[in-house]
């Protein structure tokens, strides 16, 4: 059974702090690993997407992989209240099959 | 660029009723996926498509659901009859092609079942 890990929260932060969302995947071949964001009511938004090792930066998102940890966690800097929503960690097992999603992290940024 | 549209946006029926959903992917976009969402979960894949073919409905309950992308673009999910069980958001994605794996999701149809 392969598995995505995330630690529902609540994961409450200050606005201008550092938001940090962790996720664990149990398939040590996955290939390609996203960060979608969904605000409550809404569908899920795609925002980030990383394939190797190491560090990828969006204006102030930056998605980190570690593959040999099967680790990968999203840094959110600055927070704003208008990033309080539920983070879902999405892995794919292989190139073109169907995305494996965690339960997903709730963020809140109070003002 | 348009999204992907689904509809209904919402619908309530009751249980042993059947029910349908649509979907119409991003232009050009040949793959097409059915996620079941329940609430405090994230996405669960009922079926995948490629171009008209269904390559993966491992986890579709194919008692009760049925799909069909006909001419592959647009997409019908089908529950006949429903359960209480079944009531979730129903949400449609798409991607560009076989092995781009960045999937974009429709608003979602949320069903009731009473």
């Known amino acids: 059974q392969k598995e995505v890990e995330q630690n529902s929260g609540p994961l409450s932060v200050p606005e201008g702090a550092i938001a940090s969302l962790n996720c664990t995947y149990s398939?040590?071949?996955?290939?390609?690993f996203f960060w979608y964001r969904q605000y409550s009511g809404k569908s899920p938004e795609l925002i980030m997407s990383?394939?190797?090792?190491g560090d990828k930066e969006d204006g102030r998102f930056t998605a980190q992989l570690n593959k040999a940890s099967q680790y990968v966690s999203l840094l959110i800097r600055d927070s704003q209240p208008s990033d309080s929503a539920t983070y879902l960690c999405?892995?794919?097992?292989?190139?073109?099959?169907?995305?494996?999603f965690g339960k997903g992290t709730t963020l809140s940024v109070s003002s | 660029e348009a999204g992907v549209v689904q509809s209904p946006r919402y619908k309530i029926i009751e249980k042993k009723q059947p029910v349908a959903f649509w979907c119409n992917p991003i232009?050009?976009?040949?793959?097409l996926y059915w996620y079941l969402q329940n609430l405090g979960q994230g996405p669960e894949l009922l079926i995948r498509?490629?171009?008209?073919?269904?390559?993966?409905d491992s986890q579709l309950p194919k008692d009760r659901f049925s799909a069909e992308r006909l001419k592959g673009v647009d997409s019908t999910l089908k529950i006949q009859p429903a359960e209480l069980g079944d009531s979730a958001v129903y949400l449609c994605?798409?991607?560009?092609?076989?092995?781009?794996?960045?999937?974009?999701f429709g608003p979602g149809t949320r069903l009731t079942v009473l």
């Open positions: 999405a892995v794919n097992p292989q190139a073109g099959t169907a995305l494996i």
């Open positions: 990383i394939y190797s090792n």
């Open positions: 994605a798409s991607s560009p092609r076989t092995g781009i794996d960045e999937q974009f």
């Open positions: 498509y490629e171009n008209e073919e269904a390559v993966d």
């Open positions: 398939d040590r071949g996955s290939q390609s």
């Open positions: 232009s050009g976009h040949n793959t």
